[in-house]
């Protein structure tokens, strides 16, 4: 389809194991973000990468959770050693270059993530 | 530190009547503002923006209003239907930057 796709919807784990999440943004989209929202919060933003430049880490949690985006198109959010607390859904969104305009984001559906 | 506050979780009007939804923010520099609305188990979706030149964006029922001084903006939807039940999330950012502030969500019902 034409929209932000993202997977699994939906990934159970146990705790301590690694999961691996997916983003493919919108063709032609050069910004990606992966946001969290865990239960009743808004969103939390995670990383930013846009074109070939470093990405923006800083709202990482902690060095468990890194991402990566190949190839200017899909990406990877990985989280090792997965925690209880870090249950939420995870959103990806894409936009046309953002810093110097203002271009709304489109998001993806997201991945619910579920550590027992 | 909560740059961008809806302070109202949740909200429920009556279909056909307005709906008023409330958004503000402490950052001075913020210059762009947008409303999303999500649906359960989607993700957010645009419905309209605002940048700081302007105090009215209109779109059809929606329509944004921003009061520079009072760091506040709000959306209203006239007339409200029950199809606009949904979480609504306004989010802020500054021109040059590329990070959105995202307040908690105000969980609106439309009642038949």
């Known amino acids: 389809g034409a929209g932000v796709s993202q997977s699994p919807s939906n990934k159970v784990t146990e705790k301590g194991k690694d999961v691996e999440l997916r983003c493919d943004p919108i063709?032609?989209?050069?910004?990606l973000y992966w946001y969290r929202q865990s239960l009743g919060q808004g969103l939390e933003f995670l990383i930013y990468?846009?074109?070939?430049?470093?990405?923006?880490k800083s709202g990482l949690p902690s060095d468990r959770f890194s991402a990566e985006r190949t190839g200017g198109s899909v990406s990877t959010l990985t989280i090792q050693r997965t925690q209880q607390e870090d249950s939420a859904v995870y959103l990806c969104?894409?936009?046309?270059?953002?810093?110097?305009?203002?271009?709304?984001?489109?998001f993806g559906d997201g991945t619910r993530l579920s550590i027992l | 530190d909560q740059q961008v506050k809806q302070n109202s979780p949740s909200l429920s009007v009556q279909e056909g009547r307005i709906s008023i939804l409330n958004c503000d923010y402490t950052?001075?520099?913020?210059?762009?503002f947008l409303w999303y609305k999500k649906y359960p188990a989607e993700g957010p979706t645009f419905l309209i923006s605002i940048s700081s030149i302007k105090d009215k964006n209109e779109d059809g029922r929606f329509t944004v209003f921003l009061n520079k001084s009072a760091k506040h903006l709000s959306l209203h939807i006239v007339p409200s239907q029950p199809g606009d039940s949904a979480v609504y999330f306004c989010a802020a950012k500054t021109s040059g930057t590329y990070k959105y502030i995202f307040g908690t969500g105000t969980r609106l019902k439309v009642l038949a």
């Open positions: 969104a894409s936009s046309l270059v953002a810093r110097f305009s203002s271009q709304p984001q489109h």
């Open positions: 950052n001075s520099m913020f210059d762009y």
């Open positions: 063709s032609g989209h050069t910004a």
């Open positions: 990468f846009q074109g070939n430049s470093a990405p923006d």
